[in-house]
Structures are given as structure tokens and as C-alpha cells.
């Protein structure tokens, strides 16, 4: 299996150097100069790691489009021809972007996240929609 590496911001010798190391450990690196490139590419194609130039990873810090980073529940995914991620908020299916809005992606994420388990509208409730009193049929 080949190892996809993404690197951001390195200069062209630190670069160079690196990838004659990593070529030799089955991993395939590849380079963005700009984080806003990295972003394309991670939208488009799997990365096993992640490379930053310190200084890229300072300046995306401020404008960091994730609103909660640390409370991603788990790394993008595949299920038959469903792709999900849930740290982006993106969904596609056979390659297309589907929008979704909010509780259309949480639903979507848990039934992805809990396949071929019979879940209870009370699980939905408070799982996938964060309700705190649960589901009330009365």
C-alpha cells in the first residue's frame, strides 16, 4: 500500500530532501505551497499525513474554517459509494457533492457511523441531533 503525504509550505530544498527520504518508505509526497491549495486537495483525494510549515500553520490557525476542530468525531470515511466527512461538513455520493443542510448531515453521519443496527428514534434524538430530553411521542 502507497501513503499519501501532503505537504504545505515547504520550501523547495526542504522539500526535495524529504522526498528522497520518504520515496524509499513507499510514501508518495505531495506538495502545496499555499494552505488554501492543501485545502483543494484534501477535498479531493485521501491523505495518511500532513506536513505544515509552521509559520502556514500559525497563519491558517487564525483563519481556521473548522469550528471546532477538536470535537471531530471521527476521520473522513467511505461507505460503499457514500463519502463523508465530518470535520469539513462534506458529503459525497459517487463522486458528487451533495448539500445537506445541519440535521440532514448529523443524521446521515450517525446512520453512517452505526451501519446495520436498528437504532431507536430515542439514539437519533440524542445522538445525531443532540437532544438532552430525548424523543417525546405523548
Avoid at 502507497?2 to 505531495?30: H, K, M, P, W
Avoid at 505544515?52 to 476542530?69: F, I, S
Avoid at 455520493?93 to 437504532?119: D, H, K, T, W, Y
Wanted: with cysteine.
Amino acid at each position: 500500500m502507497e501513503y499519501r503525504v501532503l505537504a504545505i509550505g515547504l520550501t523547495d530544498d526542504l522539500f526535495s530532501g524529504l522526498q528522497s527520504s520518504l520515496s524509499s518508505n513507499n510514501l508518495c509526497l505531495t506538495p502545496s505551497p499555499t494552505v488554501r491549495d492543501a485545502n483543494h486537495l484534501l477535498e479531493s483525494q485521501i491523505f495518511h499525513l500532513l506536513i505544515v510549515d509552521l509559520a502556514y500553520l500559525r497563519r491558517y490557525t487564525e483563519y481556521n474554517h473548522y469550528r471546532m476542530p477538536g470535537t471531530a468525531i471521527s476521520a473522513a470515511f467511505q461507505v460503499e459509494d457514500i463519502f463523508i466527512d465530518p470535520a469539513r461538513h462534506i458529503v459525497r455520493v459517487l463522486g458528487q457533492a451533495v448539500s445537506l443542510r445541519p440535521c440532514e448531515f448529523s443524521l446521515l453521519l450517525f446512520f453512517m457511523q452505526n451501519p446495520n443496527i436498528v437504532l431507536t428514534s430515542e439514539q437519533i434524538c440524542e445522538h445525531a441531533w443532540r437532544m438532552k430530553e430525548g424523543y417525546n411521542r405523548g
